[in-house]
């Protein structure tokens, strides 16, 4: 499993989406609405407060991809959030194909 943005750096969060590949032998099924952002502030990261959640299962097959733009993850966590320029991160836990734990994609993108 891995997420990458595309493209890595961009002017609005709608035009960045973010996709999680599956790349396992094992179809994954998790909360779709269960992201993390953090912002880049100075040498710190802080976190975009989470003002609602939602509940829900995804499942993306093996070899395949689900993306989502860095608005609608950002509406996930808070719709009244704005994203300004800056470094910013995003994460989501997913199962791992190899046990019975959690593994946590995380990537890292811009907005000017």
Same mark, same amino acid.
Request: aromatic share 10%; with cysteine; hydrophobic share 35%.
């Given at each position: 499993? +891995?997420?990458?943005?595309?493209? =890595? ?7 960045? !989406?973010?996709?999680?590949? *599956? %790349?396992?032998?094992?179809? $994954?099924?998790? *909360? #779709? ?15 975009? !407060? ?9 499942? &993306?097959?093996?070899?395949?991809? !689900?993306?989502?733009t860095v %608005?609608?993850?950002?509406? +996930?966590? *808070? %719709?009244?959030?704005? $994203?300004?320029?800056?470094? +910013?991160?995003?994460?989501?836990? &997913? #199962? *791992? ?6 593994? =946590?994609?995380? &990537? ?5």
């Amino acid at each position: 499993m +891995y997420l990458l943005p595309t493209p =890595t750096v961009a002017d609005a969060p709608d035009s960045l !989406e973010l996709t999680l590949t *599956n %790349e396992s032998g094992t179809d $994954l099924s998790f *909360n #779709p609405y269960s992201w993390s952002v953090w912002k880049k502030s100075g040498s710190s990261w802080s976190q975009i !407060e989470q003002k609602s959640s939602g509940d829900g299962k995804l499942t &993306v097959a093996a070899g395949d991809s !689900e993306k989502w733009t860095v %608005e609608t993850v950002v509406g +996930y966590i *808070n %719709e009244s959030a704005t $994203l300004d320029s800056g470094a +910013y991160s995003a994460a989501i836990n &997913v #199962p *791992n194909p190899d046990g019975d734990d959690w593994i =946590t994609c995380l &990537v890292v993108f811009g907005l000017r």
